[in-house]
């Protein structure tokens, strides 16, 4: 008797579908590895002290503060999904391809990294904008909600692998090998995307969505659910990557991890994120979205007030930074998906990639400044200041749903705080 095949989740029996989730996979392991390998050439090769990291890794933003509303916008008027997206895919293989060129000729330098890194964050601006217009045409509406949560699985299972990997390469290979498989990553997913022949929509000229850039703002100003969602979420971001911007360095240089631990670290807290989609249905129905979003926000930030009270080495201080960080996955993924649906929920279909682009604009803007205020308290305070300040400072983004219409807003039961056609979005506040 044949065995029983193993079942296949019913939208990635979709040939768009499986296309798009095999781009946005792979996209997201080589983002993954990049995210290790390129602060470690900062610090190992190239010597970057705390500041220049900081520095370096505020660049990577600076696109979404200035293009992600005219890049929405311009989707949303050509309807050129497929082409921004596998154009990113490319741009980023040609910005990597100088990193492996200038190591072999000594010519390595914080300048090129900070360059490569801005255009990094152009393609996941162009990324970000173009992927959920395309993902609605790749599948019939009643599977929207079982596609996202098999992109969410894909891309976190991505990055699961790829710290690790990423960390793995960099000890055993070095960096060049490590973009290497970046590329090799970007290269894949772009063949991916353009043999997908998808029927895109494109806003006639002279609708008000072509010719107001500001739409997607104006949307967020007047919803109040979107507008406290984007306090909270810019608030968070601002905090976590003033975290960041000095954690490889204070992981480095005070807990003495290398590469490979650093990886792994990583990796665990994307075990984290799978445990918290695995409870964010339950979540959600039980308590909503408003207050998921609660837990999400605190869950992910006050676990990190661990890392700086350790202050010392050894086996029990690398399980203490691996618990922490593992149940801050849990809430950052908690935080993301209850954005995304309340996102989906509330947004009209046609103003998505233009609000997506806004959202964007302010959520993802304030990283950079979190960054240089890491870098300023770091200068002047200490790392393991901003490390608190940074934690503590996210744990409190919770107080703008206290006060707000959201806190109590359940999702699926508000039908008249819905758009017509749901769609996920679970990107949205990461």
């Known amino acids: 008797m044949r065995p029983p095949r193993p079942s296949v989740p019913a939208p990635l029996r979709h040939s768009a579908f499986r296309k798009l989730w095999s781009a946005t996979t792979l996209a997201a392991l080589g983002d993954a590895i990049s995210s290790v390998a390129l602060p470690l050439a900062a610090i190992e090769v190239l010597g970057a002290d705390a500041v220049q990291s900081a520095v370096l890794s505020a660049v990577i933003w600076l696109p979404s503060l200035f293009l992600a509303i005219p890049a929405g916008s311009f989707a949303d008027r050509t309807g050129h999904h497929r082409r921004l997206l596998a154009g990113a895919n490319l741009l980023r293989v040609a ?21 490569i ?24 509406s009643e599977l929207y909600v079982a596609g996202q949560a098999a992109s969410y699985t894909g891309q976190t299972a991505a990055i699961l692998a790829g710290p690790s990997l990423g960390g793995l390469l960099v000890q055993l290979a070095g960096v060049p090998a490590a973009v290497g498989v970046d590329s090799a990553t970007a290269v894949t997913a772009a063949l991916f995307l353009l043999r997908l022949r998808p029927v895109e929509r494109r806003h006639e000229p ?15 100003r007047r919803n109040p659910l979107i507008r406290t969602a984007l306090a909270v979420t810019a608030t968070g971001n601002f905090f976590n990557m003033l975290f960041l911007s000095v954690l490889v360095w204070y992981y480095v240089h005070k807990l003495s991890l290398t590469s490979a631990q650093i990886g792994f670290v990583f990796s665990v807290q994307a075990i984290g994120g799978l445990v918290g989609a695995a409870l964010a249905s339950r979540l959600a129905r039980r308590i909503g979205l408003g207050r998921m979003l609660l837990v999400g926000c605190v869950v ?19 399980a203490l930074v691996l618990a922490s960080t593992l149940l801050g996955g849990v809430g950052e993924s908690v935080q993301d998906i209850s954005v995304g649906s309340v996102f989906a929920l509330v947004v009209p279909p046609h103003l998505r990639s233009q609000t ?14 979190g960054s240089v205020t890491g870098a300023l308290i770091a200068a ?40 017509e056609q749901p769609e996920s979005a679970t990107a949205l506040s990461q």
């Not at 000594?106 to 360059?115: H, K, M, P, R």
């Not at 890194?117 to 019939?140: D, K, Q, R, W, Y």
């Not at 739409?215 to 967020?220: D, K, M, P, S, V």
């Not at 790392?383 to 206290?402: D, E, K, S």
């Open 95 to 115: 910005a990597l391809s100088t990193v492996p060129i200038a190591t072999a000729f000594g010519l390595l330098s914080l300048i090129q990294l900070a360059v």
């Open 117 to 140: 890194l801005a255009v990094i964050g152009l393609c996941s601006v162009l990324s970000n904008v173009s992927e959920s217009g395309l993902f609605a045409t790749t599948l019939p």
């Open 206 to 220: 002279g609708t008000p969505e072509n010719r107001d850039r500001r739409t997607g703002l104006a949307f967020i």
């Open 300 to 318: 992910s930030h006050a676990p990190l007030l661990v890392i700086p009270a350790v202050g010392a080495t050894g086996s029990l201080v690398f």
């Open 356 to 369: 997506r682009g806004a959202y964007q604009t302010v959520s993802f803007g304030l990283r950079p400044l």
């Open 380 to 419: 002047t305070a200490g790392i393991p200041v901003a490390l608190w300040v940074g934690a503590i400072g996210g744990t409190l983004a919770c107080l703008w749903l206290l006060p707000s219409r959201l806190l109590s807003f359940r999702g699926q039961d508000d039908p008249s705080e819905q758009s």
